[in-house]
């Protein structure tokens, strides 16, 4: 073999060593990356089993005072009836002036409960206002004053005329 022949053959040998080692490099970074991304992805894992764990015992008692305090299944037209009657009774009992009463669509979007809705215009002083609010906004009976906007009253400085949107959530009956 010549000396030509020699160079040429060691030449082929140092370009298959440096094509071997860019294709074995290439490999492993393309495994580190893959190895790189399962281990974050099992970190952040864990991170979400962590924080689960503990708000687990804020969700325990968040579950009991559901079981507690849920409401019975009820056709959505008698917990719409019953929250207009209650706005109304409430309202008449500290004062105010109820003008105009309309009863919302109801909302069964929601998985396990729907949303009864009553939408009521009243007037009066404000803090036979708040002292109605404060009756209608009660968690225990899933009730609530989810839209409210209060405006001065026209006629009379000492009164304040009042929108609401009154909701109350329940399990649908089957």
Known sequence: MSSREKNLLALLLVAGFIILNFFLYTLYVQKKTSYDNEFDAAKASLQQAIAFQE?????????????????????YQEVQTKLQQFAESQARNL??????????????????YNRAQ?????????????????????????????????????KDDTLIDCSATLAQWFPPAT
């Open 55 to 75: 708000s687990s015992v804020q969700l325990a008692e968040e579950m009991e005072w559901l079981n507690e305090f849920s409401p019975e299944p009820s056709a």
């Open 95 to 112: 004062g105010l002036t109820i003008k105009k009463q309309e009863l919302l669509p109801t909302d069964t979007s929601g998985v396990h």
């Open 118 to 154: 009553v939408r009521i215009d009243l007037s009066g002083q404000e803090q036979a206002l708040y002292r109605w609010f404060d009756a209608m906004n009660d968690p225990a009976s899933f009730r609530t004053a989810c839209q409210i906007r209060l405006s001065p009253n026209g």
